[in-house]
Every structure is written in structure tokens, then in C-alpha cells.
């Protein structure tokens, strides 16, 4: 946290001593479809600018939307995942605002009929207890397109020269998840609010509607803090801090807002209802823009859409196709495995649970995967300064290295030299194998002239074993080990050296 800040926070025992912290979360999840929400061009993430683009998402007179029904089916897959209530009948609305990334000048939502609402999703903090949080609606929109700022210091628009348009995005199908206000949290509010976002998008990755990528922007949570003194039964005034890309920068800017509202109130200022930015690199927040009420962006029903409807028939059958959902799973696996609430715990909070279970699906056996995944491989997340899955090395592939020490063809030290080429890029582990040579030897005679030599150098070390120190054995072991660049079978070794010392 810079200086610039320092004085205008409060400490946080302090903080709850004073006051309550009342949250929301609004979380919009860009769904993974095809095309866009309401019109035919390609919703794939990462095309040329102003690539996936037709008179829909430009705004062009006379362009008309078209309702993608696979848009609608996904999101109220996600209101049943969220224990919503599914609305027969829902409406688009136009929600009317000026803005260079929003072409039409309204953006495409739903206002007071949404076709998901009164839900909740219960959460577990890290020591295990469970909090709910109440869902108040989750409702279908489109995406804006993206402005890129140039000329500036941090890529914001204060202090840029000039701004870049890229409308692939606009009309991309969104849910917007709304929750009621998150009271009760206490001094734990912002691991709530960060325990809260992880689930929603455990949740949403589990129904493959999303990839819910917060550093791609398919996931961004805008988090609303306000504080009333404690026993005060009205709310204060909410900052809302937008577009959060993290689930630690969730937790940050709710803890700093939480402190820098409280000194404020103290220091007898006046909280106003704004948007604040989120400062990645200290941890702060930043003033916005005054925030709109709802009156400003003058809804009404969208004339060009008629009404989405959704029959009991359709909602149940969407229902039958609800996959196992993460908590449960990890329940199950937690009890096959035989782990404790802390090692599973462990397990999800390094992003590990699904790369092993994947790793076990393709073959490996569990203890093998789980000792890869969160001791050699997250070593090299580490130093790579990288998340675990994002390293260049498949489940698959872990599942191939753990088969070939199974077969007698790696030792281990040569299994992390195979796992190190495909992390290099050499190739897949076969290949690596090959291109390396790290196959265990299983040339006997070979394997046996090593041992004959190292025999042979060390006298005190065989008069030593044959006095009736068998523990000296392992230095013989290492220069044949050695001598065979650690290719030899080290069981085979032992037995050979056994053998000639009898």
C-alpha cells in the first residue's frame, strides 16, 4: 500500500468495532456460445479487432436482434445451479446510456422481469464454516465492446491520449448474477466475498457454460461495500469498485474499501454512491464516476424482442442435464481419497483438485498424481510465476510419466528430467524420452561392470558392509548410479551389489 493512502484508512479491529459491513456482488459471466447473444457472428475470444462484427453489435439502423436460444438454455442452467426460481415469461429491456465501447447507445438486458431470481449459494470458508449467500436475480444482457486506452500511464483512460474501439465483444451473451446484501459477515466479509466469487466460477466452469477467465475479462465481479454503525438498522451509501480480475483483488479492494469508508465517516466526509477502480499494483481503490440510480437509464421493454418464454417441460428437462455440482464432487473424491478437510482444502486452494482428478482419469494412480501436481509441478508453477494450470504439461502427460516409473522405465530423478523437456516444449514424454535417452538401463552386463568398478574403488566401504554395516551400501549405489548417468535400475543395482557382497 503506497503513503498516498496510508492516512485515509482506519484499522480494521477498529473498523469493526465502529461499524457493520454490508456487501453485494455483482458478477457477470460471459457465456461461451457460439455466436453472439442476438445476432449470428462469432463469439470466439481472441479474433482481430472489429473481426467478429455485423450490423447487430454495430448498431447499424435497421439491424434487428435475434434471440440465441442456446444463450437462453445456459442461463437458466446457471439459475438452477443457483437454487433460482426460473421465470415462465422473462423480457429484454434497453438499458440507455451514452458510451464509445456501447455502439446502439442502450445496451440489451433485463430490468424488472429477469428469468432467474431468489436463489442462493451456500460457500465455504477456509476453515470449513458454510455462509450463504442470498441470489437476487441472474438475468441475460450482451456485452459492450472494449476500449483500449493509449498514452497513459496505467492503460486508464485518465491521463491517455487516445482510446481504441474493438466491438468483437459487443453483443457477447452475458448473465449477470445479483445477490441480495450480504449481511452478517463481520470481519470476515472480504473472505466471503472472495470465498463467494470462487464457488460462482467453480460453478459455472462445472456446467461448461464458461471458461470464467477473470484475466480475460469472461468473468468480472464489481464488489458493493457500504457501512452503517453497528446497531443502526438503516444502510449507508455503497461505493461500487468495478471489474475486479482476481479472487485475491476481490478480497483487497473489499477490506480497503471497508477501511478507507470508515475513516471517511470518522472524519465527518460524506461516502458518495460511485464506481471506484481497483489499483492491481498496491492493492487500492481510485475514484470513479458518480454512480448511476436505475431512473438514469431509463429502461423499457426492447419493442424488436418479444418475450422469452420457458416452459415447466423445457426448465426440467435443462434440470436432468445439471452435471454433478463442485461441492458435491469434491465431497465424493474427498471421501474415495481418504483426505481431510485441510489437505482437500489445500488441494482446491492451489488449483490442483482438477488437474489430479484428470490425472487419474487418465490412468494415474492418485497418491502418484497428487505428489506431482502439488510438490514438483507446483514448484515450478512457482518459479515460473505462474498458475499450476497454466504450466505446458497435460494431466495426460503427468499420467504417461507416472506409467513409465510404474514400468521399470523412469526412475524418478529421470522421470522429472522427462517432465522438464515437455515443460521446455521438447515434445510430449515419449519423445522427450527418446530425444534425452533417459530410459533406465536394463543392460545387465553393463549395469553389472559398474558395479564390479565401484566395488573395486572403495575396499573400506566392502570391508565396512561385510563387518556388518549395511547402511555404507548406499555409496556404492551412487557411484553406480553415476556411472550410468542415474539410468540404472536402482533396485536391480541393489540386488547385483547384494549378490557379489554375500
Not at 456485452?143 to 492503460?155: F, I, N, P, R, Y
Not at 514438483?376 to 499420467?399: R, T
Amino acid at each position: 500500500m503506497t503513503a498516498a493512502y496510508a492516512d485515509d484508512l482506519m484499522d480494521y479491529d477498529e473498523v469493526l468495532q465502529r461499524f457493520e459491513p454490508v456487501m453485494g456482488m455483482e458478477v457477470h459471466v460471459e457465456l461461451a456460445t457460439e455466436t453472439k447473444m442476438f445476432s449470428a457472428s462469432s463469439a470466439h475470444f481472441g479474433a482481430e479487432p472489429n473481426s467478429n462484427v455485423d450490423p447487430c453489435s454495430l448498431g447499424l439502423p435497421g439491424a434487428l436482434p435475434v434471440v440465441n436460444r442456446k444463450g437462453v438454455e445456459w442461463a437458466i442452467k446457471i439459475g438452477l445451479a443457483l437454487n433460482c426460481e426460473i421465470a415462465e415469461s422473462s423480457r429484454f429491456a434497453r438499458k440507455n446510456y451514452f458510451y464509445p465501447d456501447q455502439p446502439k447507445n442502450y445496451q440489451i438486458s433485463q430490468y424488472d422481469e429477469p428469468i432467474a431470481h431468489d436463489g442462493y449459494l451456500d460457500v465455504v470458508l477456509d476453515d470449513g464454516t458454510e455462509f450463504r449467500v442470498e441470489i437476487e436475480r441472474a438475468h441475460m444482457e450482451e456485452d459492450t465492446g472494449k476500449l483500449t486506452h493509449l498514452g497513459g500511464a496505467d492503460g486508464r483512460i485518465h491521463g491517455a491520449t487516445r482510446s481504441l474501439v474493438d466491438c468483437n465483444r459487443a453483443g457477447i451473451p452475458l448473465i449477470e448474477i445479483v445477490t441480495k446484501p450480504i449481511i452478517g459477515a463481520g470481519e470476515r466479509a472480504p473472505e466471503v466475498a472472495r470465498a463467494y466469487v470462487s464457488a460462482l466460477r467453480d460453478l459455472v466452469k462445472s456446467l461448461g457454460v464458461s471458461d470464467a477467465r477473470m484475466d480475460q475479462g469472461s468473468m468480472r465481479v464489481d464488489s458493493n461495500v457500504s457501512l452503517r454503525a453497528v446497531g443502526q438498522e438503516e444502510f449507508g451509501t455503497r461505493t461500487e469498485t468495478k471489474n475486479i480480475n482476481s479472487l485475491k483483488s476481490v478480497e483487497q479492494a473489499v477490506r480497503y474499501e471497508m477501511q478507507r469508508q470508515a475513516a471517511a465517516i470518522v472524519a465527518g466526509e460524506e461516502i458518495v454512491q460511485e464506481t471506484r477502480h481497483y489499483q492491481e499494483t498496491d492493492g487500492t481503490t481510485s475514484k470513479g464516476r458518480p454512480k448511476e440510480s436505475q431512473s438514469d437509464y431509463r429502461y423499457f421493454n426492447d419493442p424488436d424482442l418479444p418475450p422469452v418464454l420457458a416452459p415447466r417441460e423445457w426448465v426440467e428437462e435443462i434440470r436432468a442435464t445439471l452435471p454433478e455440482l463442485p461441492w458435491v464432487r469434491r465431497a465424493r473424491i474427498q471421501s474415495e481419497w481418504g483426505l481431510k478437510d485441510e489437505e482437500m482444502r489445500d488441494l482446491v486452494n492451489a488449483g490442483a483438485l482438477d488437474l489430479i482428478v484428470e490425472t487419474v482419469e487418465a490412468g494415474a494412480g492418485a497418491a502418484e498424481a497428487r505428489s506431482w501436481w502439488v510438490a514438483y509441478l507446483a514448484q515450478k508453477a512457482n518459479e515460473a510465476g505462474v498458475e499450476l494450470g497454466e504450466l505446458s504439461i497435460s494431466p495426460a502427460q503427468v499420467a504417461r510419466v507416472v506409467a513409465l516409473i510404474g514400468e521399470g522405465k523412469l526412475t524418478n530423478k529421470l522421470a522429472r528430467q522427462a517432465v522438464d523437456g515437455v515443460l521446455a516444449g521438447e515434445g510430449d514424454v515419449d519423445e522427450v524420452v527418446a530425444a534425452r535417452g533417459l530410459e533406465v538401463v536394463r543392460d545387465d552386463g553393463a549395469i553389472e561392470a559398474a558395479v564390479d568398478e565401484a566395488l573395486a574403488n572403495n575396499p573400506d566401504i566392502v570391508e565396512k558392509y561385510r563387518a556388518g554395516n549395511k547402511k555404507v551400501v548406499g555409496a556404492i549405489v551412487g557411484q553406480v548410479m553415476k556411472a550410468t548417468r542415474g539410468k540404472a535400475d536402482p533396485a536391480q543395482v541393489n540386488q547385483l551389489i547384494a549378490k557379489k557382497l554375500a
